[in-house]
């Protein structure tokens, strides 16, 4: 049983006969009725009592009919998904990222990519920047939005594309003394503990912070460390303490903080996109492109 075979029966049924069917399919009757024939002989039965005029189904073929309308409808939804998939224009794309990402670069990019790519469903997961290489390795994933504060080691069999470079601003309260200032130095942070984030054993993120906040002439202790930036960000809500995010985490809405520069840091954090290397998919680089004009940058390393 073929799928030609299942048009040219479905064929006859719409149209009453086999030569009416053999019209419009635009081929020889005898070639329909030799097809017709070899899917009877596959199935072990008759599809059409050809005793009556007009012939009819039989029961093998009332049975038969609606089943391969189904089968032949979903063949061509397939054909016509894959093909758009194939064009980039429909599918599904998941992307991992780093959760200071949410606050404006990844919003940003998927806005901008499904104004272009209506029919692509797009799937977030929550992943530190270090974890996002095995996902993307096993498929899991196939964009990494990571962040990275100090030197980013090359990974065999991934990409990174530079997104911007983030520099830090001082995030505390919004009724803090110095929450009106336009800037601030490192050492004027002293007096209030410094919350640290992401807490896991695979970042070294939140020590690159501290050797960063070190090396500018700040001195204030490690108050707290929390699980993620968002915890860490509602710490300092609470009057327990302040913490170093990057610029693009500033443009959140919240009004319970109030985020100044410290521009005598000596280094910035670097947002990259990551993927695999070689990748072809249109779906994936469309996002990658979005990621690029949403951020201002056009900077590839591998």
Do not use: W
């Amino acid at each position: 049983m073929n799928l030609r075979q299942l048009r040219y029966f479905c064929a006859i049924v719409e149209a009453g006969s086999a030569a009416a069917a053999a019209t419009r399919l635009h081929v020889a009757p005898t070639a329909l009725s030799m097809q017709l024939g070899q899917l009877e002989g596959d199935l072990g039965g008759e599809l059409f009592d050809r005793s009556r005029r007009p012939m009819e189904l039989t029961a093998l073929g009332h049975y038969f009919h609606p089943r391969a309308k189904m089968l032949l409808a979903d063949t061509k939804r397939l054909h016509d998904e894959a093909r758009a998939v194939a064009a980039g224009n429909s599918g599904v794309l998941a992307v991992g990222y780093t959760r200071s990402t949410i606050f404006s670069i990844l919003p940003n990019a998927i806005r901008t990519f499904r104004a272009s790519h209506p029919n692509v469903k797009v799937e977030i997961l929550s992943l530190l920047s270090e974890h996002q290489h095995v996902e993307l390795q096993t498929g899991r994933i196939q964009v990494g939005v990571s962040r990275y504060l100090g030197p980013v080691e090359p990974v065999e069999g991934l990409t990174f594309t530079r997104l911007l470079d983030d520099p830090f601003v001082v995030a505390l309260p919004a009724t803090h003394p110095l929450a009106k200032r336009k800037s601030l130095r490192a050492a004027e942070l002293d007096p209030a503990g410094l919350i640290t984030y992401p807490k896991d054993p695979q970042s070294r993120f939140a020590e690159y912070t501290i050797a960063l906040l070190r090396s500018s002439g700040g001195r204030s202790p490690v108050a707290y460390e929390a699980t993620d930036i968002h915890t860490a960000l509602g710490m300092v809500a609470s009057h327990l303490g302040f913490c170093l995010v990057g610029s693009s985490v500033s443009r959140g809405s919240r009004r319970d903080l109030a985020f100044v520069p410290l521009p005598d840091l000596k280094d910035t954090a670097a947002v990259f996109a990551v993927t695999k290397a070689g990748e072809t998919s249109k779906v994936v680089n469309g996002f990658i492109q979005s990621l690029l004009r949403t951020s201002g940058s056009a900077t590839a390393s591998r």
